[in-house]
């Protein structure tokens, strides 16, 4: 749950300052309601470590550290000694640790919400929703077992968004995946430094993220995949854990006999130009899509905004909301597989050592 991130040279650290608000301030609804409503979700304020293993992520983090200046973060240094003996591993040359974050359990967090909603607020699951029709002013919303009308809609189905004919053309779907180990073992433990809970970044763009729970679950993410058509299959999903697995020995290899207990992978929606889905699309019909770099704190952000923007409730946020330019429309195909094939490509082989 970030409140800041941004890989690569503060280039445009005005963009960055204006996003700041907007993830400051997902991030501190986000916190309020955890409190109001004792969500038990091991909401943590550790923040967050970056860390870097070679060139690249080398770098990557004095750029991270550069921008953090500029906005006047407050971070710390570690030398590789300290990360050794914060998380157990000398995989990493340096560290970095930025404050302001939040570590959570993400579908904890979720249940915990949705057992808050307000009382005029009703949430169907496993409900698909297989057509709208607009007719006399109204969206009738069509179900397989029943159907919703409304005078106003709004559609937030993450990367699904073009099937209901919104954004198309203008958000590339990318898969990225983890695996999470079951609690670990007081002998696993030993292998993780002080053994307590952190999340940590890669330094550059193409990094794993690795994670160690409050219940003491190791979780790595990494590998990034276009994924145009059907989500990744079981099978691929078993492969890509064979890399989760590579990365979690390279930097414990005392831990090479302990087992992933989940793997899985989740589609993400990226933008040519870190713009926005949001707003009305036509008269009464409105969208918000959470994309890019940290969409849970900025995405929980524009959901609220964009419920602010539909009850004419102004303000300093919304209009920074507002300023974000519309997400671009996309190059065509092949130029748009070719150009994400080159880009993830290129990525991965100066970052291989971050992996
Ligand atoms: C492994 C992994 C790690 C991640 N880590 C982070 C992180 O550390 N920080 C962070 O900020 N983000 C992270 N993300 C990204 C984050 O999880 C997503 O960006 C976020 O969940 C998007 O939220 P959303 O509500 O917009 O979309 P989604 O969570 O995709 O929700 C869209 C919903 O729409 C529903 N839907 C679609 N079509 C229909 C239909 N026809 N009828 C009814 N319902 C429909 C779907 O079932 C789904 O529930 C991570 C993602 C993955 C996969």
Known sequence: MLNVHSHGPPKKIEILRRNLRLWESGLSDLRRMVREFQI????DEFGRFYGSAGPDGEKHIDEIADTLNQLGHEYRWLTGDEMHSRIGTNFYKRGLHASGSALVNPASLLRGLARHLPANVQAYEDCPVTGIVRANGCFTVQTESGK???????????????????????????????????PLSEEELGQLGAAQPFGLLGGSEYGATIRLTKDKRLFVRNVFKHVPGAPTNARDVAEIAKLHRKAMTSRWPGLARTPFQHSWGGI?????????????????????????????TRGAAAGRLLADLMEDQASDLLSTQLSIPQARRLPPRPFLVLGIALRRGLLRAVAHREF
């Open 40 to 43: 038990n979700c091991d909401w």
């Open 148 to 182: 919703v009308v409304a005078d106003r809609l709004v559609l937030a189905a993450g990367v699904f968004l073009k099937e209901f004919g919104a954004a198309s053309g203008r958000y590339v779907p990318m898969a990225t995946y983890a695996s999470l180990t079951a």
């Open 268 to 296: 993400m929606a990226f933008t040519w130009n870190d713009g926005t889905v949001f707003g009305e699309l036509e008269p009464g019909l409105f969208a918000v899509l959470t994309n890019d770099v940290s969409p849970m």
